[in-house]
């Protein structure tokens, strides 16, 4: 079992950053894929960016240049840094972890999940 934990959440003005942070516990070395999801208000769920043990990532469109996924191994920990943000990157966002999915579309592993809330 792989236990995760997310914090960084918040309330930030439109352009501006946050960071999320995601502590992971017990057999994290049976993880290969780690990310977030987010879930918008009324919306459903979506990948918005992923880091594999290889060193891969993957970003949804509407993130890049402005998000940057970070996995330290020594630590753990999987961070989200978002910059830029947009009124329309508010949502729950969700640490996630997988085992044998590296493309991390069906996650075995979700946090509680954090709100991110971007005003105009």
């Known amino acids: 079992q792989v236990q995760l934990v997310e914090s960084g959440g918040g309330l930030v003005q439109a352009g501006g950053s946050l960071r999320l942070s995601c502590a992971a516990a017990?057999?994290?070395?049976?993880?290969?894929?780690m990310g977030w999801y987010r879930q918008p208000p009324g919306k459903q769920r979506e990948l918005v960016a992923r880091?594999?043990?290889?060193?891969?990532?993957y970003y949804t469109e509407s993130v890049k240049g402005r998000f940057t996924i970070s996995w330290d191994n020594a630590k753990n920990t999987v961070a989200l840094q978002m910059n830029s943000l947009k009124p329309e990157d508010t949502a729950v966002y969700y640490c996630?972890?997988?085992?044998?999915?590296?493309?991390?579309?069906?996650?075995?592993?979700w946090g509680q999940g954090t709100q991110v809330t971007v005003s105009s």
């Open positions: 996630t972890a997988a085992v044998m999915d590296t493309s991390l579309r069906n996650p075995n592993y």
């Open positions: 017990g057999s994290v070395f049976r993880v290969n894929a």
């Open positions: 880091f594999t043990r290889s060193g891969s990532t």
